[in-house]
């Protein structure tokens, strides 16, 4: 990956959008130029897929929930992870390291699926207890990590000389 790869993925983030066209015109690089490097980070699996993104509080599902679970397992984290990446709602979940075993995000409709998230985590043999927030505003809440990064640092940092 150099400057002109690292540049290109940095405009679609910002720009939320993949057309050459509108890259060409934010990046000045040729949309012929932008095609070839496009296919090229999605055959090196940099570029994983064309996402519509969708309004989660006008869908129905504006309720955030934050969940720490605490669990007794054997095995391993991966195996125990799959039974939390199995209960509906769970769109992201992390494993952790200190107190908190694993930390997970929940988006839901209402009070009902919440109280329905929660029992499915209790109902988990090997999770002892989960503490649950509840998310008031959401203040950024992005899959489009480079947007937080200016492109000169993600040039210093990423881009190969």
């Not at 199995?86 to 390291?97: C, K, L, R």
């Not at 908190?100 to 699926?113: C, K, N, P």
């Not at 090997?126 to 505003?137: K, L």
């Amino acid at each position: 990956m150099d400057e002109r790869d690292v540049t290109l993925l940095k405009a679609i983030s910002d720009l939320e959008t993949g057309s050459p066209e509108k890259l060409n015109e934010e990046t000045g690089i040729p949309v012929s130029t932008i095609h070839y490097r496009l296919n090229n980070l999605r055959d090196a699996g940099v570029i994983e897929n064309d996402l519509y993104d969708i309004d989660l509080e006008a869908f129905g599902l504006g309720v955030t929930v934050v969940v720490e679970v605490f669990a007794d397992y054997t095995g391993s984290y991966a195996d125990f992870g799959e039974k939390i990446l199995d209960i509906e709602g769970v769109t992201q979940a992390y494993f952790t390291m200190g107190e908190t075993d694993f930390i997970v995000v929940a988006h839901l409709s209402g009070r009902e699926m919440v109280e329905r998230l929660i029992s499915d985590f209790e109902s988990i043999e090997e999770v002892d207890r989960t503490n649950s927030t509840f998310v008031i505003s959401t203040l950024r809440d992005s899959h489009r990590v480079l947007q937080s990064y200016s492109l000169d640092t993600l040039v210093e940092e990423l881009a190969e000389e």
